[in-house]
């Protein structure tokens, strides 16, 4: 009986492992990928006494202190062993995230993993598995768009480290990064991928202004340049999300009889005017930002993107607005205990 109990056991495990072998082998090589990074960052204590690391960089180093003790004491959010090391990237980039959208309607291609639940993207640690995933989706007629993230959370799972590139951003945007990530490491909604970005961007931009202010001064040069930024920021999302919406429109009044040529074209055209639009808004900083697009236009996916971080800010800003009144760390306190976190 024990026997065929065990044979029974085995004969489910070996089903489950075969059927779910392409998953678990990816997990691996991602835990490799993190593991490596883990395992080669130095303690930012270490880095601080030695003399060749610029000081210059040093003190960027110490302003990430700052911000960290600045979430946890007057943000509420967890406070943890994340970046309190360093990794070098030697100028490299580390991770690429894949993400898909169907061609002719804004619908995301969603991936499927364990604990974190269902999300629209997937990364990589490996440049070329990520071209081989992207071209395979893109055999399979989806938009694809690949990107480098400036950061990550490992939700726990992992001791996250300031990575060097981090150290080129403005004081602002630094800020409003390392708040996002820890944001994520505080709250984090199984399933709710637009839930968690948007409440994560919410926090860090809204956060990263009272750090400013407590740190610099509101006269200061650091709040300024980052006004300036976030100002270009807000108007750049705000038009492609009005051209992603516009483009859900056109794609509702493409005749599906239409060969799909003539649909590429329609679509091409309207991508074009969005892009070709932009230096008609008065940023502050970017100039004539259709440029960057003349080699090649965005996508689907691309403007998936604004969906997941931005299109829902202004739910979280009315309601932090109505009942919060500025304060953060009881708006924290509040989500934490309201949503199940994973």
């Known amino acids: 009986m024990k026997r065929k109990f065990l044979l029974a056991v085995l ?8 059927w779910n072998w392409s998953l678990l082998v990816y997990g691996v090589e991602q835990g490799i990928g993190q593991l490596k990074i883990v395992w080669y960052a130095r303690p930012v204590a270490e880095v601080m006494h030695d003399p060749e690391f610029p000081d210059s960089l040093k003190s960027r180093l110490l302003l990430i202190e700052d911000i960290r003790k600045f979430a946890i004491d007057s943000l509420g959010l967890k406070d943890t062993k994340n970046y309190k090391t360093i990794y070098d990237q030697k100028g490299q980039e580390l991770m690429w995230v894949v993400t898909a959208s169907e061609p002719f309607e804004l619908k995301p291609k969603l991936w499927h993993f364990p604990v974190i639940g269902t ?44 990575l060097s590139g981090m150290l080129n951003r403005s004081e602002g945007d630094l800020a409003s990064l390392i708040i996002h990530e820890m944001v994520h490491s505080t709250l984090w909604v199984k399933d709710s991928v637009d839930f968690n970005e948007n409440l994560a961007t919410f926090i860090g931009d809204t956060a990263a202004y009272d750090f400013l ?25 705000k038009h492609m999300l009005l051209g992603a919406t516009s483009l859900d429109s056109l794609y509702k009044v493409i005749p599906s009889s239409d060969p799909l040529e003539t649909k590429k074209k329609r679509k091409e055209d309207f991508i074009r005017k969005i892009v070709t639009s932009l230096d008609t808004i008065g940023f502050f900083l970017a100039k004539e930002p259709s440029k960057k697009y003349s080699k090649r236009l965005p996508n689907n996916a691309f403007f998936l ?11 979280f800003k009315e309601e932090f607005d109505k009942n919060f009144k500025g304060d953060i760390k009881s708006y924290v306190n509040y989500l934490s205990t309201k949503y199940p976190v994973i």
């Open 11 to 18: 004969v489910v495990v070996s089903g489950l492992l075969i």
């Open 213 to 237: 202010i407590y740190k610099f001064g509101k006269e200061s040069k650091e709040y300024t340049t980052y006004l300036d930024e976030d100002r270009d920021y807000r108007k750049f999302s």
């Open 119 to 162: 999300v629209p993207y997937k990364g990589y640690f490996n440049k070329e598995k990520a071209k081989i995933e992207r071209d395979k989706l893109e055999k399979e007629g989806w938009d694809v768009s690949v990107r480098n993230p400036g950061g990550w959370s490992t939700l726990g799972w992992f001791t996250d480290p300031i």
């Open 305 to 315: 993107a604004f969906r997941h971080y931005q299109s829902r800010l202004y739910i």
